[in-house]
């Protein structure tokens, strides 16, 4: 029952409340007209004594063989009768509860669609929504009522959240450059600092960790800018090829696994997804950089893209346990609790794939690998094929 409409359901409420009381009132009938109609062996006991309906014929006569045959097709006369005015009263009644009961639900079916009509638009309106189209209202129109007031209140609602939305943008735009801006002027001035030839070993050694410093905070306001870009949705979204963005991302990392000695592999099939190919750039890039990041000497590193899943990276290392899958797309968080006191990573890397995974209608899952360490599966819907 929790799967037909809200349309259907009034209409069969509407349909079997009509059933109901016709059934009712059918029942009524029938026990009135069971009851006045004239019952076979009274009739018959009246007419022994003299009166018929009422009215007197005499003293009763001597009966005889004739007499008692007649009294026996008086009875069976009035029997019928009686039982064939009762069927016609209850086939009858059952027809016409039946048919108009049919029209009952028709009518229902035509009124609730009428009277949804409204929650329809509120429906179609909010389907078509996104971060960056909160243009569209519904406006209805008609005397004051729920619905109308259902619908002002939705209208009011996307005007707030269009005013967020902006106050958001506006915000990710300043904060872009507000933040980079002073880091890059500490970064200069320590390197400065450092290229001084009378520059003190304690000096170099405090801009090396200054320097480390700077480069981590540059990397977390980094990762928490893409992450609000890809929480508001897709600016624009076009055809990208899948597989080239991989395999881009994989000959830029080619270095930085080799710095850690793990092997690269490669399974690329033709595949098209629509979006934004910087941020589909971010999320293979953040997902391979993971991989090759916690990972072991001699350890590999499986990335293959094709139609379903669309995108799937793999390495080796210690086994992740599957309890722990789930916080691991958390911001700043790892294996072993907080990431905020870690040099590697801004902790935001996985975050962010599942922001842009979900920002391109996808997903993206965690599951332990088959020769340790992690497997992560993306899925994305498929777009027409480029040519």
């Known amino acids: 029952m929790s799967r037909l409409s809200l349309r259907t359901r009034f209409s069969l409420l509407y349909g079997g409340l009509f059933l109901l009381v016709g059934a009712i009132l ?87 669609g009428r009277v949804l009509q409204p929650v329809h638009a509120i429906t179609a309106t909010a389907r078509r929504l996104e971060a960056d189209n ?34 958001q943008r506006r915000f990710v735009s300043n904060a872009s450059h507000e933040l980079r801006t002073p880091l890059a002027v500490q970064r200069t001035l320590v390197d400065v600092a450092m290229a001084d030839p009378d520059v003190s070993p304690d000096v170099l050694r405090l801009g090396r960790q200054l320097l480390q410093t700077n480069e981590r905070s540059e990397r977390i306001i980094e990762g928490l800018l893409v992450l609000a870009r890809s929480d508001r949705g897709l600016a624009t979204s076009a055809p990208v090829r899948l597989d080239d963005v991989a395999n881009l991302v994989l000959d830029s990392m080619a270095g930085l696994a080799s710095e850690h000695d793990v092997t690269l592999h490669r399974t690329l099939t033709p595949r098209t997804v629509l979006g934004e190919q910087v941020l589909l750039e971010r999320l293979v890039s953040n997902l391979v950089h993971n991989a090759i990041l916690y990972n072991e000497a001699g350890g590999t590193v499986r990335v293959s893209v094709d139609e379903t899943p669309a995108l799937v990276v793999e390495n080796t290392g210690p086994p992740v346990p599957a309890e722990f899958m789930p916080s691991l797309f958390e911001p700043f968080r790892r294996l072993a609790g907080d990431r905020t006191g870690s040099t590697n990573g801004a902790g935001l890397g996985l ?9 391109h209608h996808g997903s993206v899952r965690a599951e332990p690998g088959q020769a340790g360490g992690l497997r992560v599966v993306v899925t994305l819907p498929t777009a027409p094929q480029l040519p």
């Open 351 to 359: 975050s962010i794939v599942r922001s842009i995974a979900s920002a």
């Open 134 to 167: 909160l243009d569209r209202r519904i406006n209805l129109e008609g005397p004051p009522g729920e619905l109308k007031e259902l619908a002002d209140t939705f209208d009011s609602m996307l005007d707030r959240l269009a005013s967020t939305f902006d106050s």
């Open 26 to 112: 059918l029942l009524v009938n029938w026990l009135l007209v069971a009851h006045y109609l004239p019952d076979a062996s009274r009739f018959a006991g009246h007419a022994e004594n003299g009166t018929v309906s009422g009215q007197n014929i005499g003293p009763p006569a001597q009966v005889g063989a004739g007499e008692k045959g007649t009294d026996t097709i008086l009875v069976t006369s009035i029997s019928d009768y009686r039982s064939s005015a009762v069927q016609t009263v209850i086939t009858v009644g059952g027809f016409a509860l039946l048919l108009t009961g049919a029209l009952a639900v028709l009518f229902g079916w035509l009124m609730a």
